[in-house]
């Protein structure tokens, strides 16, 4: 299986703040990258699909970036309502595996 | 809009069967573009991907669970639904259904709310 590492695990901003979060594959994963967001008690939400194409209805403040075995998921200013895990999920591999989430805390 | 409900016991005893259907609206469970997926979160950790099945009939489950596993459509009814057998306490978690996007780049672009299914005697 393709293991996804995401650091850190946690994170505390401030609401304007600038948030980058980072998503590892154990292998080349192309751009078949996507991210979602968790809010407590809520299902997942797509945010990004293919590295960096923004989900309809998602705010531009949320980008993707990379490609291969390195991505990113940025908050160019961070609201209070963007609190949640964020968790990356690779889709290169029929087995589809997720990353073990990054907790974001408002400050 | 389309819409994904889950539905089923919340409660199932060790070495029995869990059982879970989830209903699709808004949308046909037979469009050749899409894949109908479970996913599962232990309490108060990540994402764990369990299978999907495409109306074809094709299916993929997690190589962990693959034994215990059976994910299938009802197309009569705009269901799909999964089973899995000889549960333990570690399959206690929420479960989600959700649809995969196989027109993009596989991403899982609508969910249910999720189902609580706690597994104990």
């Known amino acids: 299986d393709i293991q996804m590492t995401q650091s850190p695990s946690s994170l505390s901003a401030s609401v304007g703040d600038r948030v980058t979060i980072t998503c590892r594959a154990s292998?080349?994963?192309?751009?078949?990258l996507n991210w979602y967001q968790q809010k407590p008690g809520k299902a997942p939400k797509l945010l990004i699909y293919a590295t960096s194409s923004l989900q309809s209805g998602v705010p531009s403040r949320f980008s993707g970036s990379g490609s291969g075995t390195d991505f990113t998921l940025t908050i160019s200013v961070l609201q209070p309502e963007d609190f949640g895990t964020y968790y990356c999920q690779q889709s290169y591999s029929t087995r589809l595996t997720f990353g073990g989430g990054t907790k974001v805390e408002i400050k | 809009q389309v819409q994904l409900q889950e539905s089923g016991p919340g409660l199932v005893k060790p070495s029995q069967t869990l059982s879970l259907t989830c209903t699709v609206s808004g949308g046909s469970i037979s469009s050749g573009s899409y894949y109908w997926s479970w996913i599962r979160q232990h309490p108060g950790k990540g994402l764990e991907w369990i299978g999907y099945?495409?109306?074809?009939?094709?299916?993929y489950y997690n190589p962990s669970l693959k034994s215990r596993v059976t994910i299938l459509l009802d197309m009569s009814k705009n269901q799909f639904s999964l089973k899995l057998s000889s549960v333990t306490a570690a399959d206690t978690a929420m479960y989600y259904c959700?649809?995969?996007?196989?027109?993009?780049?596989?991403?899982?672009?609508?969910w249910g709310q999720g189902t609580l299914v706690t597994v104990s005697s």
């Open positions: 959700a649809r995969l996007d196989s027109g993009n780049y596989y991403e899982f672009d609508y």
């Open positions: 099945i495409h109306f074809s009939g094709s299916t």
């Open positions: 292998q080349s994963i192309s751009s078949y």
